[in-house]
């Protein structure tokens, strides 16, 4: 008699992506003190990446029953506007990251991910973001453990390693056994922060490596630098971070939907109408002036468009929120 063995693991992989049958999808990245709810949903109005991801919300490892804050459990859904969402985990400790897995999915979160890159956990007390990769014999429990803990997609977003750029391949079998659905590949170690470039040759080197969706993810700034990638790796997609806070119509610059190389003219115009639009859009999730321009300047410190640098550097001085509106009046 012969016995079929389903592997549960793989037809998960297969089927339930988050991105479903898209292929080369783009990713709007995470980044705490940016991707929030409102610059989400702006985002999704305007370019619609295939997929969205929160900031990382913070694992309380120390709280008995609150793993997570209030505010972060409202933001727990499948989709937003119907482009899925990813919530992110930062933390550390097995226990405290399967409660607030748990946690979260109990709130609505369909599809999880673990930050294994974050440079700043590694000076924390308990290894947590890019500091997990300093302990590698730690994730051999957790992440099956976690993956078993996620009805949904479970997947990992990564450095290359903590200081050495090739430690990824010895994590490769374990996320492949563990039925990780997918990586997602910032190729500099932890210790380098952003400094230097990312090297995607290691991305090709892991997406040759692994049965597992890879998306590239690291200084694709230009339309041309994100065809260079794909070209370059073989990857399933991308994840797009500061690029597309600077310009998020570079989701559709990649699609061949918006201009490539817009001209100086186009720029202004386009910088006008994001960051009118984020305006109206943090008036209403901010309280408070400070804290609103506070918020716009986070999105401007990311622009570096020497043609542009007079405005930008308007912008950045202004004072008040009332200058900030006269100067975005011009553009
Ligand atoms: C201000 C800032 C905040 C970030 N926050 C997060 C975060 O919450 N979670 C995460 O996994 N990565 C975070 N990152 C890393 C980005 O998601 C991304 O991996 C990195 O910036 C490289 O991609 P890029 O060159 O396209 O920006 C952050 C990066 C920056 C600059």
């Known amino acids: ?96 990251l399967i409660a607030a897995a748990s946690t979260a999915q109990e709130a609505g979160a369909v599809h999880l991910n673990l930050n294994m890159g974050c440079p700043y956990g590694r ?20 992440i099956p453990a976690l993956r078993d803990a996620v009805a949904g997609t479970f997947s990992v977003k990564l450095r290359a390693g903590y200081d050495d750029p090739q430690q990824v391949f010895s994590l490769l079998p374990l996320f492949e056994s563990a039925g990780v659905d997918f990586l997602i590949l910032h190729p500099r170690t932890v210790v380098q922060e952003y400094a230097g470039l990312a090297d995607h040759g290691i991305t090709a080197g892991v997406v040759a490596a692994t049965r597992l969706p890879v998306i590239a993810n690291g200084d694709i700034r230009t339309a041309a630098d994100g065809q260079r990638v794909l070209r370059q790796t073989g990857a399933a997609g991308l994840m797009l971070g500061r690029g597309a806070i600077a310009d998020p119509l570079l989701f559709q610059r990649l699609r061949g939907e918006a201009e490539p190389e817009p001209g100086k003219e186009a720029r202004s ?63």
């Open 123 to 142: 000076m924390m007390s308990g290894l947590t973001g890019g500091g997990m990769l300093r302990r590698p014999a730690d994730l051999v429990e957790l």
């Open 1 to 96: 008699m012969s016995v079929t063995v389903v592997d549960t693991k793989r037809e998960r992989t297969a089927l339930s992506l988050p991105w479903g049958e898209v292929s080369l999808p783009l990713l709007l990245a995470p980044m705490q003190g940016l991707t929030n709810q409102a610059l989400r949903a702006h985002f999704i109005q305007q370019v619609r990446p295939d997929v969205v991801f929160t900031e990382f919300m913070q694992v309380n490892a120390a709280a008995a029953v609150k793993r997570l804050a209030p505010a972060d459990l409202r933001q727990m859904t499948a989709a937003e506007d119907g482009v899925p969402l990813v919530v992110q985990l930062v933390g550390h400790g097995r226990e405290a």
């Open 269 to 331: 115009r386009e910088l006008g109408s994001y960051l009118r639009g984020m305006l109206a859009r943090y008036r209403t999730l901010f309280c408070g002036e400070m804290q609103v321009l506070g918020k716009l300047k986070a999105i401007i410190k990311h622009m570096d468009d020497p043609e542009l640098a007079k405005t930008l550097k308007g912008l950045r001085r202004a004072a008040s929120l009332r200058a900030f509106t006269a100067l975005l009046q011009e553009l």
